[in-house]
């Protein structure tokens, strides 16, 4: 019976979701034009809450954890395991107050209604993962925005998502230049719990009726701190929340 339902929602739900990216691509562009960033960013809010809670039609079960633990007033950066495609719309959603940017593939700018153009004039990172040199200078760039700014980047360390959920060594370079560029920011680790169950056989067909955990975990000040070492610290923080440490 599961199998049969995992066909019959699946499309539903991908229609949905590509319904969503459609519409709120023009929905952005106007609110850019109207009400510069603060407006567009709205939009933005409200369709990732859409894109997360329309999920519930493949009977996900969704909750978020720790929201309380966020800090506020001074810029953050975001670390977080890697599962799916469906990854960003949560943390968009949970640090929303903190207006999330995102260290992402070049690839991802262009080609995506919604998606692409909130990457490019949100102020997100996009970088070649082919060269090295000027991945540092945009994860640079948006160091200093979030210092600036007191806006908070999201990173995955493990640079590929993992697709059976098992956690990949994390890498550091890029946590260390955004903590280079933005001495003040404070790192949070924020675990996402499902993802990859909902893609067992990939986009289609998605499962039914899995859980989806998103936690924030206590935050760590990094002053002082080896990147490195850090980095493992993070790494072992979010194994052992999903039970793989």
């Not at 800090?71 to 395991?81: C, D, H, K």
Request: proline share 7%.
């Amino acid at each position: 019976m599961k199998t049969i339902l995992n066909y019959i929602l699946s499309p539903i739900y991908l229609l949905v979701f590509g319904l969503l990216l459609v519409i709120f691509h023009p929905i952005q562009i106007v609110c850019r034009y109207l009400g510069g960033y603060p407006l567009r960013k709205k939009s933005v809010d409200v369709l990732n809450f859409f894109l997360i809670y329309t999920q519930m039609i493949m009977g996900a079960r969704i909750r978020f954890y720790g929201l309380d633990r966020i800090p506020q007033g001074r810029p953050l950066i975001i670390v977080s395991n890697h599962q799916s495609t469906f990854d960003i719309p949560p943390i968009v959603w949970a640090f929303r107050k903190n207006h999330p940017k995102f260290v992402s593939k070049q690839e991802l700018g262009k080609g995506i209604p919604s998606i692409s153009y909130n990457l490019r004039h949100g102020g997100s990172a996009l970088i070649d993962r082919k060269n090295g040199r000027q991945s540092i200078v945009e994860i640079n760039k948006l160091g200093k925005h979030i210092e600036k700014e007191n806006y908070s980047a999201s990173i995955f360390p493990e640079g590929t998502r993992s697709k059976d959920g098992m956690v990949k060594k994390f890498q550091h370079p890029g946590i260390a230049s955004l903590l280079r560029a933005a001495p003040s920011a404070c790192i949070v680790p924020f675990v996402i719990d499902g993802n990859s169950r909902l893609m067992l056989k990939g986009y289609f067909p998605l499962q039914v009726g899995v859980k989806l955990n998103y936690t924030v975990l206590d935050p760590i000040e990094p002053a002082g701190r080896d990147v490195k070492e850090l980095t493992e610290e993070i790494e072992l923080k979010i194994k052992q929340h999903l039970g793989q440490a």
